[in-house]
T-cell receptor
Framework: DGGITQSPKYLFRKEGQNVTLSCEQN?????MYWYRQDPGQGLRLIYYSQIVNDFQKGDIAEGYSVSREKKESFPLTVTSAQKNPTAFYLC????????????FGSGTQLSVL | DQQVKQNSPSLSVQEGRISILNCDYT??????FLWYKKYPAEGPTFLIS?????DKNEDGRFTVFLNKSAKHLSLHIVPSQPGDSAVYFCAASAFEGAQKLVFGQGTRLTINP
């Protein structure tokens, strides 16, 4: 089955700790994205990547970092600089950067201990 | 600055009746609009879209209407079924593709038997 796999489903972060959220896709999509969802708010774009070894900041990139070493993988690191990391994180992909039809993973709920 | 607004956080509809979900936007440059559906603890899935050159798009029980002069779009579900209970996000983009997709806050639809 083609799709996007996010892991873990739940993640807890201690103060001052960096944590990495995994996102893998086997859809052969070029573009990948990371969104953050907070209660009562729409999805907000953190980072996106059009091709391997290239990525761009979204609207709320501060305190986050990404890498795109393989087409299939787009991990997100939530650094200690992100002061309010508790949220539901969604990874998505699309065939091309210009396509608005996104395919989403099932998300990771990050909470602070 | 909330460019895409879904002013109803929740909506409750009886099974078999029509569900109407509303979305307003402020940016007149938006030219493509989408609806996504999200179940708890899952990622959103694409439902239906409409280009600004149209005022209506239909797909089975789902119809999206676009009123450009009012900067308003709506999603109609007829007849509503229990499986339609979910959070619905509208989203809009302006020429530049998914990296500029702006999401509304979401409306939680509950279909009562």
């Amino acid at each position: 089955d083609g799709g996007i796999t996010q892991s873990p489903k739940y993640l807890f972060r201690k103060e001052g700790q960096n944590v990495t959220l995994s996102c893998e896709q086997n859809l052969n999509h070029d573009a990948m994205y990371w969104y953050r969802q907070d209660p009562g708010q729409g999805l907000r774009l953190i980072y996106y990547s059009q091709i391997v070894n290239d990525f761009q900041k979204g609207d709320i990139a501060e305190g986050y970092s990404v890498s795109r070493e393989k087409k299939e993988s787009f991990p997100l690191t939530v650094t200690s600089a992100q002061k309010n990391p508790t949220a539901f994180y969604l990874c998505a992909s699309s065939i091309l950067l210009g396509s608005e039809k996104l395919f989403f993973g099932s998300g990771t709920q990050l909470s602070v201990l | 600055d909330q460019q895409v607004k879904q002013n109803s956080p929740s909506l409750s509809v009886q099974e078999g009746r029509i569900s109407i979900l509303n979305c307003d936007y402020t940016n007149s440059m938006f030219d493509y609009f989408l609806w996504y559906k999200k179940y708890p603890a899952e990622g959103p899935t694409f439902l239906i879209s409409i280009s600004s050159i149209k005022d209506k798009n239909e797909d089975g029980r789902f119809t999206v209407f676009l009123n450009k002069s009012a900067k308003h779009l709506s999603l109609h579900i007829v007849p509503s079924q229990p499986g339609d209970s979910a959070v619905y996000f509208c989203a809009a983009s302006a020429f530049e593709g998914a990296q500029k997709l702006v999401f509304g806050q979401g409306t939680r639809l509950t279909i009562n038997p």
